[in-house]
């Protein structure tokens, strides 16, 4: 079984990815990277993990990204075989953080 949830969310990764990088035309929308994404038990969520470039763009391409949410699900609908396609949530990856600090103690030895 986890083996696909991973896999459904892979295809999931994949497919927005591209759907934000060639289909999203908004001027406020940062680089975005989706590191992770993740499926609920039942395929009826997905929590998509976003991380940006700069820190100035976090807020604004949040709410661009919020905003196409029914634009992204619908041609995500399109790309997947799926009988439902789930709800998208969009998080922020705190990842880079926890690498910026790590890297910031190692530098102090």
Known sequence: MADKHERIASIIRKNIAEI???QVKDPHLGFV???EVKVSNDFSVAKVYVSFIKESD???SLGVLNK????IRSELAKKLDTR???EIRFELDEGYKKVARIDELLNKK
Not at 68 to 71: E, M, N, R, T, V
């Open 84 to 86: 439902r396609v789930p």
């Open 20 to 22: 934000i990088q060639f």
């Open 58 to 60: 976090i807020a604004p």
């Open 68 to 71: 196409a949410k029914g634009f």
């Open 33 to 35: 990277s989706i590191p």
